[in-house]
């Protein structure tokens, strides 16, 4: 399976992201001959109450669940002029550098929103981006498991993941990994992509996990957030809680 750059990945992201073309090196704006001049606009973020997949666009949250809901429109500032950008490229991945708000909660929203998307449309459109909400200073890591029933437990599995930086109680959502690379067409770790799982008996390399995997095998983790709905409240995904890779 062949992978993107890094280069690549950062010349599209500032390209769709920030509307920036200028960046040196830009290699889709250098070779699709895209201008600032015509590379403006906005991007819109949707929330959604389950994971969005490659070809599935998930559970976005509806006005019966969430009155009042809209995608909230980011702009896409460089393509404006403006100095500043509204996501920053940190050691291989995107990550949002203010906080996405969304209009206040109308009466009986309820529910919890776990998973975030990025859309070129304020209604329908396609969807371009999607993860999970992450904790504030999370970073994907990487857990290797045997698929060996180490605890006692049927549910109850033993990862290795060193310095993972997590404590018992923790929620981890997690992605297969094939060959390499997130993917979903592969079952080699028995996890279907942005199941969550509550992690325990916490060592420094280590821990259990509350997944029962039906094979051994590598995964990619995200320390996991949410967002609990309720009438009077006003929805935000906070700095750094969108993480965007791209391969």
């Not at 290797?144 to 006692?152: I, L």
């Not at 509350?210 to 051994?216: N, Q």
Request: charged share 15%; net charge negative; proline share 2%.
């Amino acid at each position: 399976m062949s992978h993107l750059s890094g280069e690549l990945e950062r010349s599209l992201g500032e390209t769709y992201l920030n509307g920036d073309v200028t960046i040196t090196n830009n290699l889709v704006a250098y070779a699709l001959g895209i201008t600032q001049a015509t590379n403006s606009g906005y991007l819109y973020v949707s929330l959604h109450t389950g994971a969005p997949g490659s070809d599935t666009v998930g559970t976005e949250v509806t006005t019966t669940a969430y009155p009042g809901y809209t995608r909230a429109a980011v702009r896409r500032e460089k393509s404006f002029g403006s100095s500043t950008s509204k996501w920053t490229w940190n050691s291989g991945v995107f990550e949002n550098l203010e906080a996405i708000n969304f209009p206040i909660c109308g009466s009986g929203a309820t529910g919890t929103i776990t998973n975030w998307g990025i859309y070129d449309a304020a209604t329908g459109g396609n969807l371009l981006f999607h993860g999970p909400l992450v904790a504030s200073g999370a970073s994907f890591k990487v857990g290797y498991h045997t698929g060996e029933d180490d605890t006692g437990s049927a549910d109850l599995r033993f990862v290795f993941s060193r310095a993972h930086g997590l404590s018992n109680s923790d929620t981890i959502r997690m992605y297969q990994l094939y060959d390499g690379a997130l993917g979903s067409s592969s079952s080699a770790t028995g996890a279907t992509n942005g199941v969550e799982a509550t992690v325990s008996g916490v060592a420094t390399d280590n821990f259990d996990i509350s997944y029962d995997f039906t094979t051994s095998g590598g995964f990619l983790f995200v320390k996991s957030s949410s967002i609990s709905l309720a009438a009077g409240k006003i929805p935000a995904i906070p700095a750094s809680g969108m993480i965007l890779r791209f391969a």
